[in-house]
């Protein structure tokens, strides 16, 4: 029998879902993505990466699996009504997986795997008051404070995204208005494409895209687009406004961006940090850093869903 | 020399500031108020009490110096910039405790104080995850989380009241507009009072008092008082709406409703949810209880900072 030194993570996005075979130091021994649309239910995708690892002849090396999915429950390990998944209801994935593969599983938020993920390898490493932003298809968040995950009483905690922002505000998928993540997060960006009124809109080079997205925005701004500009005045505006009011949470050192808008890079923190300056309360001012996860290139999701291996299971 | 048997326990609020001596066990021996805006400076009310325990011959039996304070900062044993007291700047409170009584003393936020009376003696027993809602002259917040309460980074989290929950809304003492306490506090539903336009505004019985209180409005509402009736609607709307938005960072069990307001008991406590669940995300309905405190005879506050002489010093 083969030594057991891999963790499985895998993050599963509204869009994308990735995995990867991790080791306990952090070495990422195997990293692949599929479609999480292509997958009409949440079993198919288990079966998928189970066929991709087996093709690699590493099933043997695998201790157990660690999931980040949204709306993922640590406590009963199962997906309860996303709304940024086709899958609706409520899934056990962490049984999916368990039963396919034969080992144990445990599953947890997205944001709260990119949280343990940064705070073991990354850009939060030493902080035990931080908050991660993941910026991707919605707007997820991981809270650690006094240097703990924050679950709640039923595993739920930290939804930054589904706290609403703009009164009467844009559809959320959750059934709600004016949630954080319909203005700040990739399809929020794609939305203010269609519905920011601005002079500057009819002549921009968004136009020219079919079906645009977040990161030709913020190419087009970095060119001088004046609409795409203000489109992300507008989102570091809203997300800058809402993080001054969340540091009357928990007060966190730093709030760690993580995922697709993230990556468009330092000038976007730098006027969410602005922004969030502006409206803060007082005792807070000047203290609170917007960090860049520093893990992009090795998926601090992915890390920090297989880092939950080592300390859960 | 007698047995250091008391803890004393200081809980300064905007317009009054009671202390207690209280034996481990929760037991309450000696238990005054002083008007906190009776004093220009803290020193002055730190002596006044120096002066009071002494008067009852106790000085001798007391361990050490629990406080709660708004804007209180456990890390520095501070009062900073409270936008609730007349005392300005950086206030060494703490200290100041701790020299006139040579004695050790510590310090934080009120309505942290409160919470953790709340969590040994009170209303929130057995609980790991719940909120404190203190209503007093402003809306104070205490967050436990994971068994702890969340101190943050600096000391300053759980500052709920100054989470601004209308756009442009009422000025608020912090120097920002719209934060939820100047809606939802004692302070704030005398401003619904001039501020609310209602067709009952002219014939309500709340005109007849020269300087209307909360506990005025509520005992009109339960006469029948229709202008009265709106105000307590709108003031548990809008703290409704902010507690479903809010269970969005701790996932609580219970917001446990502490102070002045909360003393109108279960109906207004009942309207506060109804609210809640109407506005709150999927994923938390029907999940989270509001709980009124139980400690309002015996004084929370001041048993959760005598408490603190118990767990910290």
Tied chains: 1, 2.
């Excluded at 701004?221 to 500009?229: L, Y």
């Excluded at 989102?235 to 468009?264: E, H, M, N, Q």
């Excluded at 203290?287 to 859960?312: F, P, Q």
Aim: negative net charge; charged residues 25%.
């Amino acid at each position: 029998m083969s030594k057991k030194d891999l963790a499985l993570g895998v993050d599963i996005g509204g869009t994308t879902s990735e995995f990867g075979l991790c080791k306990a130091d952090g070495t990422i021994v195997l990293e692949e993505e599929v479609l999480t649309t292509d997958f009409k239910s949440a079993d198919e995708l288990v079966k998928e990466i189970y066929k991709r690892i087996k093709n690699h002849g590493l099933l043997d090396r695998i201790h157990g699996i660690g999931v980040g999915a949204p709306n993922g429950n640590f406590y009963s390990g199962t997906i309860e009504f996303a709304p940024n998944l086709k899958w609706k209801g409520i899934i056990p994935l962490a049984k999916l997986f368990s039963e396919q593969f034969k080992i144990p599983a445990v599953l947890t938020n997205d944001a709260n795997a990119a949280a343990i993920g940064e705070q073991i390898y990354g850009n939060a490493k030493g902080l035990n008051d931080f908050v991660t932003i993941t910026l991707g298809t919605g707007l997820g968040s991981g809270v650690v404070a006094n240097g703990k995950l924050v679950y709640g009483h039923d595993g739920f905690a930290g939804e930054y995204g589904h706290i609403r922002v703009v009164p009467n505000g844009r559809n959320c998928g959750c059934g709600r208005k004016g949630c954080l993540e319909t203005y700040a997060s990739a399809t929020g960006i794609t939305r203010s494409i269609k519905e920011l009124d601005s002079k500057h809109k009819h002549y921009s080079k968004i136009n020219e895209f079919k079906e645009p997205h977040a990161e030709n925005v913020f190419q087009l701004a970095d060119e001088g687009d004046e609409f795409c500009t203000e489109i992300i005045e507008f989102t570091a505006k809203i997300l800058g406004d809402a993080l001054a009011d969340f540091a009357c949470f928990s007060s966190p050192k730093a709030y760690v961006l993580f995922g697709g808008v993230s990556r468009s890079g330092k000038p976007f923190a730098d006027k969410v940090k602005a922004y969030m300056e502006d409206a803060i309360l007082n005792i807070y001012k000047n203290k609170i850093e917007i960090r860049i996860s520093t893990l992009h290139d090795k998926n601090a999701a992915v890390l920090g869903a297989a880092s939950l291996v080592w300390s859960e299971l």
